[in-house]
């Protein structure tokens, strides 16, 4: 877990980056957020995650690009950040905004498979549980439930005890007396 003075100097060198990347002349970064700033205990050392907007090549032109303008750079925050020691700027890809796209994706495709499906039947609701076999089906119409609400079902039915268990008593919450 990082320090306060760690987290500080981070919050300073991505301002100054910020100000920085901006006055960076010559050098055509594209469409570049600055997403984080990590800085070892030391604080010789910043790692500093990016994310491009565009394709595969823009992104790898632009980690390019900052890797091989790192020590400008550095130059360029030095006075600014005002501490002893001016970290060295290590660039890395934040996957983190392309992987919930991603899965923002993949859900937004599995809903539109899911409504061009028809409703599945008892026994492949069974068959998909796997430890139904053998049980008879549950008493829910099959067109109201999906596979993971069957799932859960099934494990209710497990977890949960019988009626006639006596080991099973409900609480009467009426019956209980107020912690006046």
């Known amino acids: 877990m990082p320090t306060r003075r760690q987290e500080r100097v981070a919050k300073r060198v991505m301002q100054e980056l910020v100000e920085a990347t901006r006055d ?6 594209g469409f570049l957020t600055l997403t984080r700033c990590e800085i070892s205990q ?16 823009a992104r790898d032109r632009t980690l390019a690009l900052l890797r091989n303008n790192a020590n400008r750079l550095k130059t360029m925050i030095a006075r600014p950040l005002g501490t002893k020691v001016v970290p060295a700027l290590h660039f890395e890809m ?43 089906a549950p008493s829910v119409a099959a ?18 005890p019988e009626d006639d268990d006596p080991a099973w008593k409900p609480i009467n919450l009426d019956a209980l007396p107020d912690d006046d």
């Open 24 to 29: 960076l002349k010559n050098v055509d970064l």
């Open 42 to 57: 030391d604080l010789r050392h910043a790692n500093v995650f990016v994310s491009v907007f565009g394709d595969d090549a």
């Open 94 to 136: 934040d996957e983190t905004i392309a992987n919930a796209d991603k899965m923002s994706r993949l859900i937004k495709d599995a809903r539109a498979t899911d409504a061009n499906q028809e409703p599945m039947t008892e026994e492949e609701i069974a068959a998909f549980t796997g430890s139904n076999a053998g049980k008879p």
């Open 143 to 160: 067109e109201a439930l999906d596979p993971f609400e069957a799932a859960r079902m099934d494990v209710e039915e497990e977890i949960l």
